[in-house]
């Protein structure tokens, strides 16, 4: 393998390792404040055990993220030194934005959060709480509005050996180790085409992929009888969530497509493996592209594409027939990995509304049932759901967008570093996997220890601080008052 292939799988093993966490971090951060949310409004101690416990599996998975993102940059320079220059200023921008507006308030808050249980006020412990929330949130904002500009481009000029270019000057290969994007609309940048559809689908994403581990942990105890009261509690809040998330992933993704439609028609085409420019353009349920003969084997429904795309099956939806040969996103792998996301997607939204039927109808803890245990197991199982739909996701946009680094403006191939060879990136390749290997393993034993160990029992309102248990006091004398 040369040098860029090599590359090319180093980072996207290096990523998709990285994307395991953050979107677990986000999620159980909104799970977190809805649980201390409610134990300052009825002060009732389960949620303040409830919130105590999913804080510790929060702070693993954050702690991984981070050590698991810092290669990546260091990626950029080692790997991508052309494309780095080539878009230093894009994005060292929305880098410096994430340190400011994410970092800064995540590390600030980060320590009461994880340690001031005991030693602030539940006031202060919940603001910290909502700050790292946001933080997380705020840091998803900038590393998505830095890609997003890779997909669609916008409030930039080309400056050439020290000139700026007018507005659609494509450097030729020549060119290109000469030239760099300059922002001269700062708000352009971060409000690109693509990036308020991807940032939605992302952040809903990452929602599902908390609240399917909760339910998943939750359900696991279950299972056992263990902590029953802490395991229905948490479940119903996990369900509550994922019920949610799942809807609005169906509403996002679906705007994310119209979004590809209007700027990356190549990338659709590919999506659905529509080889053809055509009216009445079907839309693949599941199949396998046949590169050969341009076809998808599989069930379609015909004329649904078009609609979907311009509201009647007349509408004309480019295929890949419109671009050249050379610019083809790899068909196969973008077909595929687009329809594992949209089918674990439909799978969870069953998931979690039978979850809230089973609820409604009063059936979901009689843990006795048969049915309701095999329920149990699928949601044990469910935990998987939203972490391959992520990287099915990702991989979708990613491929899509080749054979550009930047789209339209910089090919893959040139953003390598010069000086790197293929031997350096296959030994680095292989040592980030070692190492990643055994993180993995680390995280997985830990997290399996914290499961294992469950809430502490001890966390009751005799070992509760004065501040604490003054709140509890309060909310159940205002409960009595109110009854």
């Not at 509890?472 to 009595?480: F, L, T, Y």
Request: hydrophobic share 50%.
């Amino acid at each position: 393998m040369d040098v860029e292939i090599l590359s090319r799988i180093q980072f996207a093993f290096t990523v998709a390792f990285h994307y395991l966490y953050p979107p677990l971090s986000i999620g159980l951060g909104v799970i977190l404040v809805i649980m201390e949310a409610m134990w300052l409004k009825t002060g009732h101690v389960r949620y303040h055990n409830m919130a105590r416990y999913w804080t510790r599996i929060f702070g693993l998975t954050f702690a991984i993220g981070v050590a698991s993102g810092i290669v990546m940059e260091f990626e950029f320079g080692t790997n991508w030194a052309a494309y780095s220059r080539f878009v230093g200023d894009v994005f060292g921008s929305a880098l410096a934005a994430e340190g400011i507006f994410a970092f800064f308030l995540e590390s600030g808050f980060l320590a009461i959060l994880l340690f001031g249980w005991n030693k602030v006020g539940p006031k202060l412990h919940f603001f910290s709480t909502l700050m790292v929330c946001l933080g997380a949130h705020f840091s998803a904002v900038w590393i998505v509005v830095a890609n997003s500009w890779m997909q669609t481009p916008a409030g930039f000029s080309i400056e050439y050996n020290g000139e700026i270019m007018p507005p659609g000057f494509v450097p030729t290969a020549d060119q290109i180790l000469h030239s760099r994007a300059v922002i001269h609309d700062f708000w352009a940048m971060v409000f690109n085409p693509s990036s308020m559809d991807r940032l939605s689908h992302v952040l809903v994403g990452a929602w599902q992929t908390g609240a399917f581990l909760v339910v998943g942990i939750s359900a696991f105890y279950l299972l056992r009888g263990r902590h029953k009261e802490f395991a229905a509690s948490s479940l119903k809040i996990g369900l509550c969530v994922a019920a949610v998330a799942s809807l609005l992933q169906l509403a996002t993704g679906a705007k994310s497509a119209d979004g590809v439609t209007r700027n990356q028609p190549a990338k659709l085409a590919a999506m659905e493996g529509i080889f053809k420019t055509q009216t009445d353009a079907p839309m693949s349920v599941a199949g396998w592209v046949n590169t050969d003969s341009q076809e998808v084997i599989g069930l379609k429904i015909p004329g649904m594409l078009s609609y979907l795309v311009g509201g009647s099956t007349e509408t004309v939806v480019k295929g890949l027939d419109a671009f050249p040969a050379q610019e083809w996103p790899p068909v196969q792998p973008v077909f595929q990995f687009y329809h594992i996301m949209i089918a674990i997607g439909m799978a969870l939204i069953g998931v979690a509304w039978l979850g809230i039927f089973l609820w409604w109808r009063g059936w979901l803890f009689e843990t006795a049932n048969p049915l309701v245990r095999a329920y149990y197991c699928i949601l044990v199982l469910s935990v998987l759901g939203p972490q391959v739909a992520n990287q099915a996701g990702w991989f979708t946009a990613e491929m899509g967008r080749q054979p550009w680094i930047v789209y339209g403006l910089m090919r893959t191939s040139q953003g390598l570093s010069e000086v790197v060879a293929a031997n350096h990136v296959l030994a680095s390749l292989i040592m980030f996997s070692l190492i990643y290997a055994l993180l993995f393993a680390v995280f997985l034993y830990l997290l399996a220890r914290k499961i294992q160990r469950g809430p502490d029992n001890e966390e009751d309102s005799e070992t509760m601080p004065e501040s604490w248990i003054a709140l509890m006091e309060r909310r159940k004398g205002q409960a009595s008052a109110a009854g």
